[in-house]
């Protein structure tokens, strides 16, 4: 079955990750091991969205922990060096830490692999009863007709390859949150996705409301 696949592909994929990732460290200026570590964790996050989808954890109950988007945003630039991260002030929600770092990483892989991580930008801002998450990248943009299509699962870009499946569980993740996920882009200029979720204090004040009016 896919989870099964996918569960013999991350077992052995988190221990070669652990591996260059203590070569790294003994040798940061060692492009070859920087390339193969980028490679690694780039095979066992993929695995990780196979075994999402194959044990269908997205259609389970959320563990719903009050957080700041921006903290975890943050931590997921890190893994990416040379993302630049914007954030303006705290930006808390009700949400799963695994699930909402799962969507972020999901959406700055996507744009690193189209642009390369200088050119992408990730930021967060709270404003009122939303918190929007944006990832902009300055690579070659999606056409038209393909915008339609990015969040459909098993869907890949023309020249970009990958499995289709990480903007379609970012989607989903959004979605579970009551926020949304749109996109923009445009040929030779590059893309920005968007992530809109409900602020803690919208989230608590409309359970207020629910209970009021049970």
Known sequence: SL???????????????????????RHPDDARLGAAQAAA????????????????????????????????????????????????????????PERLAQLVRNLVRNAVQAAGAEEVTLAVEASGREVSLSVEDRGPGVPEEELR??????????????????????RQIAHGHGGDITVTSTVGVGTCFTVSLPSLGAQLEGEDLAEAAV
Not at 149 to 170: C, D, M, N, P, W
């Open 41 to 96: 964790n780039e095979l066992l996050y993929t695995s990780k969205d196979l075994l999402t989808l194959a044990r269908g954890e997205l259609e389970r109950s959320l563990d719903l922990q009050v957080l700041d988007l921006g903290r975890v945003a943050e931590r997921i630039a890190l893994e990416y060096p040379g993302v630049r991260f914007l954030a303006s002030g705290p930006a808390e929600v009700a949400g799963s």
């Open 149 to 170: 299509h990015l969040f459909e699962r098993f869907y890949t870009k023309r020249k970009q390859g990958g499995t289709g499946v990480g903007l379609s569980i970012a």
């Open 3 to 25: 989870a099964e696949i996918a569960h013999e592909l991350a077992a052995p994929l988190t221990l070669v990750a652990g591996h260059l990732e203590s070569l790294r460290a």
